[in-house]
């Protein structure tokens, strides 16, 4: 019998040579825009600046473009740079059965190792799609188990996901695709005790750039474990209580790829539209319709409740937060800033919002627990007002994004809207129009233009 890796690999190059899905392509262009949209805005990051400026002394080849950074770098050095810039704000993309963010560090590796190959736009689609789709399986197999022993899986999962990449648009062989994965598998790490740190997206970049050093290095021979998913200590063993390919249906689901015969996981990706953790984003869409719906004002609440799953209070567990990085992982935050403002926007999480005294006093009547049943996108926003009434709120956010026609219909507002002010109109429209008609360009080169 062959092993998890060796039968992943065959079963994705299968796909690669055959018949990537249409509504897989089309998802991997939302998730491309997202992931530039969010990239762009997160320039403003003083971690960015930190790990560019700190790069930049090594003066690498001008390979691949730092994006929005004015300057070119080797490929892994874009990629990590351009990874942790995508996942500054904590507002990029969300899969909720693998428990990861999986575009940014896919994107950015692939975008990188394809400017620098002058690969076409649908190689690049379909790269992104296929890598995607490999971490998000590997994901679903070793969580809940994964993510609750305290892994980060963009920075786990993440290094799966760009090595493929990587791997598909170098034309890696099979056994060197295995290789790869074994070099990148070993290097999966980044821990949930960095939340709230500039750390956190630093596992995006790392990913990236370590998912094609992985790449560089098995295409030039360099060995590693031959199932370092399904080895006695690979990443399933150790990193999970028990791998769900270890089971007959589940080791169906890691390897059948066939066009029709299942839907691909990555159809269940979500967006958020508020730069904070995704544990926040529906009890901040719950508050913002009570507010819509009544007219509220902060000055009306005599209390506010949040009820959201197990995982959202286990991961957004920070209850007074003191600078506007804490203040993403804070429920209460999440519930006074929605309520008092309106709005959850990357300005809107600074040191000095986060001290107002009217937040903190909203933050005071907040009261944050687990709801019955509600899946990790739910959330139920409940106020009771000064004078007496009760007000209550359901928000399930994968009633958004079914198909793809419906996550670009998130995906194109919000990247006009965290854009706006950041490039130009003419370069907005450009860029969602470049995006839009990827899989018929013969190059990357004038989406590429847009980001330097």
Known sequence: MKSVTAEFVQA????RAGHVPQEAIDTAKACLL????????GQSQELVDILDKTLAVFEGAPQATLWRRGRRGPMHEAALVNGAAAHALDFDDMHIASAMHPSAPVVAAALAVAEHARKSGIELLRAIALGIEAEI???????????????????????FGAAIAASVLMGLSDEQTVA????AGTQAC??????GTMTKPLHAGLAARNGIMAALLAARGFTSASDI???SYG???????????????WRFALTDWSVGSRPWSMYGILYKTHASSFCTQALIEAVLALRAQHGLRADQVHSMRGEVSRNSIENARIAEPNTGMEAKFSLPHAMAQALAYGQARAEDFTDARVREPGLRSLRALTAISEGSGL?????????????????????DLRQRSATAKDKWAVVEPKFMSITAGLLKPDAQSGMVQAVQTLDEASSIEQLMKYMA
Do not use: C, M
């Open 180 to 183: 790869a994965l074994g070099i």
């Open 375 to 395: 899946a990790w996108p739910e959330a139920i926003a409940t106020i009771h007002t000064a004078s007496g009434q009760t007000l209550r709120q359901h928000v």
């Open 12 to 15: 994705l190059t299968a796909a």
């Open 235 to 249: 990443f399933g063993a150790v990193s999970s209580d028990d791998p769900a390919w270890n089971k007959p249906a």
């Open 34 to 41: 997202d992931t530039l949209g969010v990239a762009a805005a």
């Open 137 to 159: 399986r590997i994901g679903a197999a070793v969580n809940p188990s994964h993510y609750k022993r305290g892994w980060h899986a963009t920075g786990t999962l993440g290094h």
């Open 190 to 195: 980044g821990l949930k005790e960095t939340f």
């Open 229 to 231: 998913l399904g080895g």
